[in-house]
């Protein structure tokens, strides 16, 4: 019973990070295309596009959640930036990809799925995230990761 409770708990907790990853990416797409100013208040600069973003991998770890894996990562940049793009997860030859937007700053899991998670436990995969700049150019940042 014990057990069942937790994997409860866990998917939950999985599944309301999946919202928040929808929902960031959702607003990044509609930073991206110019709707941002018809969202906000007219004296609230949430979101400044002006800034060079980039990710970091926060360890050399993703976690497993069914057949997620949750990929825990940092958004640098100046206060007020978003870092928006796609992280791509490779591995034994096959690319898994999920967008992203996280307020610079902040820390976050995204959620990718991956297949089985059993049969990835203890394996690596090579991490790429890509974010977008304000000048249309795209930053690149890369890792190993071992699962968990």
């Known amino acids: 019973m014990f057990s069942t409770a937790m994997q409860l708990t866990r998917r939950k907790t999985h599944s309301r990070q999946l919202n928040r990853n929808l929902l960031a990416?959702?607003?990044?797409?509609?930073?991206?295309?110019?709707?941002?100013?018809?969202?906000?208040?007219?004296?609230?600069?949430?979101?400044?596009?002006g800034s060079e973003t980039s990710i970091e991998f926060v360890r050399g770890t993703a976690d497993l959640l069914g057949s997620e894996a949750l990929v825990p990562v940092r958004c640098n940049g100046?206060?007020?930036?978003?870092?928006?793009?796609?992280?791509?997860?490779?591995?034994?030859?096959?690319?898994?990809?999920?967008?992203?937007?996280?307020?610079?700053?902040?820390?976050?899991?995204?959620?990718i799925t991956v297949g089985d998670g059993d049969q990835l436990s203890g394996r690596r995969a090579i991490?790429?995230?890509?974010?977008?700049?304000?000048?249309?150019?795209?930053?690149?940042?890369?890792?190993?990761?071992?699962?968990?």
């Open 78 to 111: 100046e206060q007020g930036a978003a870092c928006t793009g796609v992280l791509t997860l490779s591995i034994a030859g096959q690319k898994h990809k999920a967008p992203f937007s996280i307020l610079a700053g902040t820390s976050q899991d995204i959620a």
């Open 127 to 148: 991490a790429v995230a890509r974010t977008t700049q304000s000048s249309g150019r795209t930053a690149r940042s890369s890792e190993v990761l071992h699962f968990s």
């Open 25 to 49: 990416a959702a607003c990044g797409a509609l930073l991206l295309l110019g709707a941002a100013p018809a969202l906000a208040p007219a004296q609230s600069s949430v979101f400044d596009s």
